[in-house]
């Protein structure tokens, strides 16, 4: 292990760096240690496998390495558009047309300047100088708009602010653009928008993210998230008339496939699916049942959504995880009217699974989620019913014991 030894004899002085800055001495030492991982992976003393893992280790480190002040700046950029948006209203009425047209003017070459400044020498300012482009951007469609008297829609609005920003997406590739970007998009649909356009006007922020993954995973989550409230909204059920049997195939489906596929929600997903099926449990969802044998549009896309689902369980064979079983009793709480058994059925097997995988595999985390699940159903279903307060208070510590005693149990076995 020699050349393991040398590479943590490395003498930073000889670089010639101690006469640099700190982040400047930082990202040399990592470029040397980088050197010194690929000597040692041609020689054979470190596994390609590892030496893969460790570079993505110090890229991911190097993409999130933003100091403190740059947070600041980012937030200083945005508090900078909402402020101009603040003045603006205030002041609004007691400027001339052309004055108002000049400001509108000269805010947005200031707001391109500055981005073009930040692609160029700051790049980790683009985020914040995005967001300023994307709000000023709006704020002048809206103040030309209401100065010239120029009749339009809000769904028109929308649509314009989103596509002009599309460049401003492509060049900032940054969380802060995305989520304002798919916030107005789905105003664009919720007022009265067409699906296959807000469908299309989405494309950039996977397909961009893809090309440079500068995206971090809160923010994706976050966008994804925006997108979908979206297309639920649009959907109806979700708000208006809670979420009645009728919209199981949409749902269920929509999110069997978020489980299903590696898109980064399967927490969600599978947190979302278990949430449907403990409503079930209550049985109250029979009233809401839609004219869902109807060829129109919104029931086509439902079961379309549902048959996608279950043809990608069948693909990916992934029939170990109960979760996936949701899918399957779709139909059968849709049309047998057992609804309330089939789901309480359904979520205290799918505890008792976890409390079993979690003893088996010996992790605290899944034994507890199982015990949580299992706890939940029955506690519920005690409340649901006419039990004595006795019965169920001894009910109640009999289930704390078994969750204490279980992950005394369990900390001991690891231990």
């Known amino acids: 292990m020699s050349g393991a030894g040398d590479f943590f004899k490395v003498d930073y002085r000889t670089e010639g760096i101690h006469n640099k800055s700190s982040y400047g001495v930082e990202r040399m030492k990592r470029k040397i240690m980088m050197t ?22 110090y890229e991911y ?64 300012w683009s985020g914040g100088a995005g967001v300023l482009v994307f709000a000023i951007s709006g704020l002048s469609i809206a103040m030309i708009s209401q100065m010239y008297n120029i009749s339009g829609s809000e769904t028109g609005f929308y649509m314009t602010w989103v596509v002009l920003n599309i460049p401003n997406l492509y060049l900032c590739r940054s969380k802060l653009v995305g989520i304002p970007y798919a916030a107005i998009l789905s105003l664009y649909l919720m007022s009265d928008g067409y699906i296959l356009l807000y469908l299309l006007l989405t494309t950039p922020l996977f397909l961009f993210d893809k090309a440079e993954g500068r995206y971090s995973e809160f923010g994706e989550t976050m966008v994804k998230v925006i997108v979908l409230l979206g297309i639920f909204h649009w959907y109806e059920g979700l708000w208006y008339e809670g979420l009645g049997l009728g919209y199981l ?21 599978e947190l979302v699916i278990i949430g449907i099926a403990y409503i079930g449990t209550f049985g109250r969802g029979g009233h809401l049942i839609p004219e ?81 699940l299992v706890s939940v159903i029955l506690l519920s279903r005690f409340l649901d019913y006419d039990i004595s307060t006795l019965l169920r208070g001894i009910v109640f510590i009999l289930l704390g014991i078994s969750l204490v005693s279980g992950n005394i149990y369990m900390s001991r076995r690891k231990l």
């Not at 980012?74 to 007691?94: K, P």
């Not at 052309?98 to 070459?109: A, E």
Request: proline residues 3%; contains cysteine; aromatic residues 14%.
């Open 36 to 57: 010194e991982l690929e000597r040692l992976n041609h020689k054979g003393l470190l596994d390609d496998e590892n030496f893969k893992k460790i570079r993505e280790y």
């Open 61 to 124: 480190e190097r993409e999130n390495s933003k100091s403190f002040s740059t947070y600041l700046t980012i937030i200083g950029l945005v508090m900078i558009a909402l402020g101009i948006i603040l003045l603006f209203a205030y002041n609004w009425n007691h400027l001339s047309r052309g004055v108002k047209t000049s400001l509108i003017i000269i805010c947005l070459i200031c707001s391109q300047g500055l981005l073009g400044y930040a692609l160029w020498k700051e790049k980790k």
């Open 249 to 269: 195939p949409f749902y269920g489906g929509v999110f069997t496939l978020l489980y299903l596929w590696p898109v980064g929600m399967k927490k969600g997903a």
């Open 292 to 372: 869902i044998t109807k060829f129109t549009t919104k029931p086509i896309l439902s079961w379309g959504v549902f048959i996608a689902a279950l043809l990608s369980l069948i693909y990916l064979k992934k029939w170990k995880d109960p979760v996936n079983y949701f899918i399957l009793l779709i139909v059968p709480i849709v049309y047998s009217g057992a609804e309330e058994l089939i789901c309480n059925i359904y979520l205290f097997s799918l505890g008792v699974y976890f409390v079993w995988n979690g003893v088996k595999e010996n992790t605290v985390k899944i034994f507890n989620k199982g015990s949580l």
